[in-house]
């Protein structure tokens, strides 16, 4: 079975500083969808960033970026100039894409809360 | 914008009720999801549906069921709560084929069974 792991419970920042958040995942699958998304206090979660795992480049959405290392099975999350607004909870997430990529579901990691510190 | 209404924000409920969690969804999205978020567990999947009347259980089934009568709505049921269910309920919704169609989530319930 696929299993998403986030090793880091807790992590803080300095507001403006950069921080990369880890994520590994099991899958014996070759194409695969991955994501981040983010959980603020308002318990809305929201996406932060997706990847097809059959491209190369790695993605980026404004001061969020990933860095994708299939063999690995790593999919980190680097948030540059962080601001107050990023604190929340960031849960990587893992979808295969055969299978249940018709159904949409979803395997989730234990979550990482991040804290900004002004 | 898509849009994925939870009933309830905060529930309280005693051991043995029947309790129903309602989701709402105005995207006409095929696909609905019930997740249930614990601290150090991340987010695990109850049940999910794929068509009106059709549902598949998830990793964590037991204890729960659920109706998809309507496109639109999708309801998780704790036929006898019970007080390891106190959580909280995220219900999600998608469309199948485009496999990095994101999941889009209600605004959670936080259930406690008492």
């Known amino acids: 079975a696929q299993t998403v792991t986030q090793s880091q419970p807790e992590m803080s920042v300095q507001e403006a500083e950069t921080v990369t958040l880890s994520c590994t995942y099991d899958?014996?699958?070759?194409?695969?969808?991955l994501f981040w998304y983010k959980q603020p206090p308002s318990r809305q979660m929201i996406l932060v960033i997706r990847?097809?795992?059959?491209?190369?480049q790695n993605a980026t959405e404004n001061r969020f970026s990933v860095n994708f290392q299939k063999a690995a099975k790593s999919f980190s999350l680097k948030i540059s100039d962080s601001q107050l607004g990023d604190a929340a909870m960031y849960f990587c997430?893992?979808?295969?894409?055969?299978?249940?990529?018709?159904?949409?579901?979803?395997?989730f990691g234990q979550g990482t809360t991040l804290q900004v510190k002004p | 914008d898509v849009k994925v209404t939870q009933s309830s924000r905060y529930l309280v409920k005693r051991t043995g009720e029947k309790v129903f969690l309602e989701c709402v969804q105005d995207?006409?999205?095929?696909?609905m999801f019930w997740y249930r978020q614990d601290p150090g567990l991340g987010l695990r999947l109850i049940y999910f549906?794929?068509?009106?009347?059709?549902?598949e259980k998830g990793d964590i089934p037991e204890g729960y069921s659920v109706s998809r009568e309507k496109k639109e709505r999708f309801s998780l049921i704790l036929e006898s709560a019970s007080t390891n269910q106190t959580s909280m309920y995220l219900c999600?919704?998608?469309?199948?084929?485009?496999?990095?169609?994101?999941?889009?989530f209600g605004n959670g319930t936080r259930l406690t069974v008492t």
């Open positions: 995207m006409d999205h095929e696909n």
């Open positions: 997430a893992y979808r295969p894409f055969h299978g249940s990529s018709n159904t949409g579901k979803l395997i």
């Open positions: 999600a919704s998608t469309s199948p084929g485009l496999g990095n169609s994101p999941l889009h």
């Open positions: 899958t014996s699958e070759s194409d695969y969808y």
């Open positions: 990847q097809e795992a059959y491209k190369q």
């Open positions: 549906s794929y068509d009106v009347k059709m549902k």
